[in-house]
């Protein structure tokens, strides 16, 4: 299964990881998470070569972590459209394939 947790304060998402590889089917196959992959990769992209934003992320095997954290007020609230898009559509995944991906929101502190 695989678990994405996103990090929220006061209504806004400062960040997200994403753990796990979802067992829908085998490697090259695994269309949820293809899905996933494809909503997830697509958000960093926009984050950084769209917004131009020097976000801090981790990516390998099964593992994708980004971070807002240390980030200005100003460039949060210009990623939160697409943070809440990828929300809206990991959602929507999940009532489909609720068996492989689970997707919460976790409150945090800054």
Do not use: P, R, W
């Not at 067992?23 to 131009?52: F, N, P, R, W």
């Not at 020097?54 to 390998?60: G, L, S, W």
């Not at 809206?88 to 945090?108: H, M, R």
């Amino acid at each position: 299964m695989t678990s994405v947790v996103f990090k929220k304060v006061n209504d806004k998402i400062y960040g997200f990881s994403i753990t796990g590889h979802s067992g829908y089917d085998e490697k090259d196959y695994d269309i949820v998470c293809s899905a996933i992959s494809v909503i997830s990769q697509t958000i960093v992209i926009g984050i950084t070569d769209v917004l131009k934003i020097n976000a801090k992320y981790k990516i390998k095997d099964g593992f994708l972590q980004l971070d807002l954290k240390n980030h200005s007020d100003e460039e949060i609230d210009k990623c939160q459209v697409l943070l809440e898009t990828m929300l809206a559509g990991l959602k929507s995944t999940e009532i489909c394939y609720s068996q492989f991906l689970k997707v919460d929101i976790e409150e945090v502190q800054v």
